[in-house]
C-alpha cells in the first residue's frame, strides 16, 4: 500500500509537470518584447518610442519596457496566470480605482493616478481566461498619453496574446 506522504508527493509531482509543460494550469510564458512592435506602439500611441524594448522577466510576469520620446516610460507586462494580477482586489473607489472596461478579456480596467508627486501612472489591466496583462505608462503629467492610445494598445495586445 502506498503511503499518504508518497501518494502527495506523486500528485504534487505530476501537478508541477503539467504545468511546466503548459497545462491549462498555467500558460507559456510570453517574451513581452515580441508581442507589439515599436511601429506597432508608434502607430497606436501616436508618439515615437526611442529605440527597441528592454525585456524584464521576474518568473510569472514577462515585462517589456520602452521610453516614449516625451520622456514616459512605457512597460507591457504579461503574466502566466489569470489570477497573477491584482485588478480583481486594487480598490473600487478612491484616487486609485479601477474604471470598468468591457469588451476586452473577461475582466479588464483602466485608472490614472498620481503615484508621487509629480509622477502619474496611467495603466490599463486585462484579464484574460488563462493569463492577464497590463499596459503601464508612468512619466509627469505632461507626459502621459491620450487615453484612447493606452486602450488601443491593451485590445492590439489581446488580439495577439495566444
Known sequence: MISMERA????LTAWMIGTAAGSPLAAQAVNACSVVSVAD???TLGTAVNGEGKPVDIGIRHSCDWKVANGANLRLAVFTSPK??????????????????TALG?????????FAPGVVVEEVEVVLA??????QVTGHADQMLAKNGVLGLARLVATRLP
Open 8 to 11: 502527495v508527493g506523486v500528485l
Open 130 to 135: 488563462d493569463r492577464a496583462f497590463f499596459v
Open 84 to 101: 497573477a494580477e491584482t485588478l480583481t482586489s486594487e480598490p473600487t473607489s478612491g484616487p486609485r480605482a479601477w474604471e470598468p472596461l
Open 106 to 114: 473577461e475582466k479588464a480596467g483602466y485608472r490614472q493616478y498620481t
Open 41 to 43: 506602439i508608434q502607430r
